[in-house]
DNA sequence: GCAAATCTTGACTGACTCACTCGGAATTAT
DNA sequence: ATAATTCCGAGTGAGTCAGTCAAGATTTGC
């Protein structure tokens, strides 16, 4: 039930992006002293965040990362799970990643308490990390 | 985002407590056997359910635990943070277990956003698990 | 009283994860 | 060429997870 410091950063990061697209690029340096990061992490993290497709990024002088999406299309379920992995607090629920639960003495998809209750609560946290994008995400900055 | 095995076989071993309520105790190896759980590592859990109120124990021949209070007061919130820590993704949208997020650029309270949407998850989060109890946890389980 | 069964306590462990840190290679602008 | 940047892989120290183990205390049955 914990966000690590690697998706609250990747968050963070994003933030910024958000607030200056349109116009250009950031460097890694600026994000990290903007926003308090280890810049060596942050690296990281953006690299992460390349792979998956959502930053772009050019090399040597005058480089930089810059948003490929528009901020309305991305939101902090797929961030975080980039970052993270699965929302669902255990595997057999999760719908982006399922495992089938080893020595539950429970049958398969059956029955089975723990995944019941468990699998509302990932519902839960989707329902809302999957429709809060970072348009969202930085106007709740603003506003407060 | 992730639910500890200490906390599932927490409750797993507390079904078992809720199927014979009102019939006696249940012994360590009792669960294990019917829940598949390393029995020493049960122990632990046992102990730290006894220590927060919701077992009682009696020890040598014929000794085991039993439940305290009746299983409709006793909700999964309770139990997981007993065994796992607060709901709350991240310490400064904790209730139970409120801290001050060091390091974030943001002012003490005011407007940061991953504060703003961790709380949201964090309400979500708890008013599922704080509402369901372990009368709740069993149906689900005999309905299926 | 003695042995057996059970809970109780505390320490220990191996594997793994978290949050970084470092070194160096590749790319680009001047 | 030089400086600035991203890219990549590896390393690290502290901590957590999921157990395991050994020894002690308490109760029951004989």
Avoid: N, W
Avoid at 61 to 82: D, F, H, N
Avoid at 111 to 123: E, F, I, K, L
């Amino acid at each position: 039930m914990k966000l690590s410091k690697k998706s609250e950063y990747g968050l963070r990061a994003l933030l910024e992006f958000t607030l200056v697209h349109g116009k250009g690029t950031l460097q890694r340096h600026q994000i990290a002293t903007r926003q308090h990061i280890p810049v060596e992490f942050l690296e990281q993290i953006l690299l992460a965040l390349k792979r998956a497709g959502l930053l772009s990024s050019r090399r040597g002088m005058k480089g930089g990362y810059a948003l490929i999406k528009s901020p309305g299309e991305i939101t902090l379920g797929q961030v975080i799970r980039i970052l993270d992995g699965p929302l669902a607090p255990i595997g057999c629920v999760s719908k982006t990643a399922y495992q089938k639960c080893r020595d539950c003495p429970y049958a398969e998809h059956a029955q089975c308490p723990v995944q019941h209750v468990m699998g509302s609560v990932r519902d839960a946290i989707a329902g809302i990390l999957d429709h809060y994008t970072l348009d969202d995400f930085a106007s709740g900055h603003r506003k407060g």
